[in-house]
């Protein structure tokens, strides 16, 4: 019984591991900036992302860009309106390796979306040796069955570790096809709560596409969105700041809310926020801008 309970606890570890890479990270640190990853956990993800989650980072961005870009129609590079809600766990996969390839080519239709990085596609990419973080993780599961023979340990590392595949699947198929809608938006974005549970509240891809750089993608009283939390636990470490979150209640949205963020988005004229609690946060930020001195090769 406690060896099932240690087995829960792996996979449980590992797949919190992963997400967290892929929601906070890669997603809402660098594709939108909604949270401002300290320099040393920024280099830290650029390096050792693609080896933990088997993800390039640059790709990633520049396909998640691209589908924020198109969303829903026939360029969005994951939509189930283009590869059917089954046929989206192929489909994100085709389009992530053909996201690459432009990338290698230098097309500027993709260049044009990190155009901001300041960093390569991750060495495993530029090597053709992108499976070695599968084979790491495969080999660490072997050793764990086969010399030890708890094969049931060695699969919930396994599938833990590697389970970007089923949850982007999960967010990119049902999160714009089944489920309530909170906005109005220009695409088919639905809030999923069961997918939102499941992936640190990236479920709720109305909510995101209406307000892209909000931190946080839950609006209503009873929406959860665990990114955020765990973004929150890993604020007060010092390890990154929430950027842009801000909520308050406006008379122009069904539910009361309005996002700071589309002020951003649409580049309304609004007075500059001087307030304590701002000045800090830019001045975080340009920190952060300094020590991007030189682009990175890894
Ligand atoms: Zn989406
Ligand atoms: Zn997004």
């Not at 590392?157 to 982007?168: A, D, E, T």
């Not at 109005?184 to 939102?196: K, P």
């Not at 939390?229 to 909520?247: D, E, H, Q, T, Y």
Request: net charge positive; with cysteine; aromatic share 16%.
């Amino acid at each position: 019984m406690r060896y099932y309970t240690l087995c829960l606890l792996v996979f449980i570890s590992t797949y919190c591991l992963n997400m967290t890479f892929i929601s906070i990270f890669y997603h809402r640190g660098i594709a939108h900036e909604s949270v401002f990853l300290s320099a040393r956990l920024r280099r830290f993800v650029i390096v050792a992302g693609s080896w933990i989650t088997g993800i390039d980072l640059k790709s990633w961005v520049c396909m998640h860009r691209m589908h924020h870009a198109y969303s829903d129609t026939l360029k969005d590079p994951h939509s189930p309106k283009r590869w059917g809600i089954f046929g989206t766990l192929i489909g994100q996969l085709i389009s992530y390796n053909k996201t690459l390839r432009e990338l290698d080519l230098k097309n500027p239709d993709y260049t044009a979306m990190v155009h901001d990085l300041d960093f390569d596609v991750n060495i495993l990419n530029r090597k053709n040796i992108s499976m070695l973080p599968y084979a790491i993780q495969l080999a660490i599961a072997i050793t764990c069955g086969w010399v030890f023979n708890y094969w049931l340990l060695g699969s919930a590392y396994f599938f833990g570790m590697m389970s970007h595949p089923i949850q982007g699947w999960l967010v990119n198929s049902f999160g714009h096809a089944v489920g309530y809608t909170n906005f109005d938006v220009s695409d088919d974005s639905r809030n999923n709560t069961l997918v939102a549970w499941l992936c640190f509240g990236e479920g709720y891809q109305n909510n995101h596409h209406r307000f892209p750089k909000s931190a946080k993608f839950s609006v209503r009283w009873f929406e959860f969105d665990m990114g955020y939390m765990v973004a929150n636990i890993l604020a007060r470490f010092g390890m990154l700041k929430i950027s842009k979150v801000r909520f308050t209640t406006s008379p122009t949205d069904g539910f009361g809310y309005w996002a700071e963020s589309m002020l951003f988005e649409v580049g309304a004229n609004v007075a500059p926020d001087l307030s304590p609690r701002n000045v800090s946060k830019m001045k975080f930020r340009s920190k952060i801008a300094n020590d991007r001195t030189a682009p990175s090769k890894i």
